[in-house]
């Protein structure tokens, strides 16, 4: 069993920077595969960034080049650097931890097994 919180949400402008964290209990924090999931007002919730146990990392084009996943098993937390942030990157952002080791599936909302409660980041234009 997982339980994850998250913090480091807020309000940004346009161009500016977030980075969130997810703290993680649990022993076997470093086998999960951990990720970042947004959700926007009247929106389906989408896919982030993953790093799996091993450090590979994945990311959808919309914040290719732009956000940086990364995790400190030693402290059992994992980051997202959010940088030149946009407008439509408005949400609530999720962690989320899977057993799954890799994959493709990886970036479906319902492979995730344990969430966070979410933190809300807002940028403003």
């Known amino acids: 069993q997982v339980q994850l919180v998250e913090s480091g949400g807020g309000l940004v402008q346009a161009g500016g920077s977030l980075r969130l964290s997810c703290a993680a209990s649990g022993r076997s924090f470093s086998s999960y595969s951990m990720g970042w999931l947004r959700q926007a007002p009247g929106k389906e919730r989408e896919f982030v960034a993953v790093?799996?146990?091993?450090?590979?990392?994945y990311y959808p084009d919309s914040v290719k080049g732009r956000f940086t996943i990364s995790r400190d098993n030693a402290k059992n937390t994992v980051y997202l650097q959010m940088n030149s942030l946009k407008p439509e990157d408005t949400a609530v952002y999720y962690c989320?931890?899977?057993?799954?080791?890799?994959?493709?599936?990886?970036?479906?909302?319902?492979?995730?097994?344990?969430w966070g409660q979410g933190t809300q980041v807002t940028v403003s234009s």
């Open positions: 790093i799996n146990w091993s450090g590979n990392t």
């Open positions: 989320a931890g899977t057993t799954t080791r890799w994959g493709q599936s990886l970036t479906r909302i319902h492979e995730y097994n344990y």
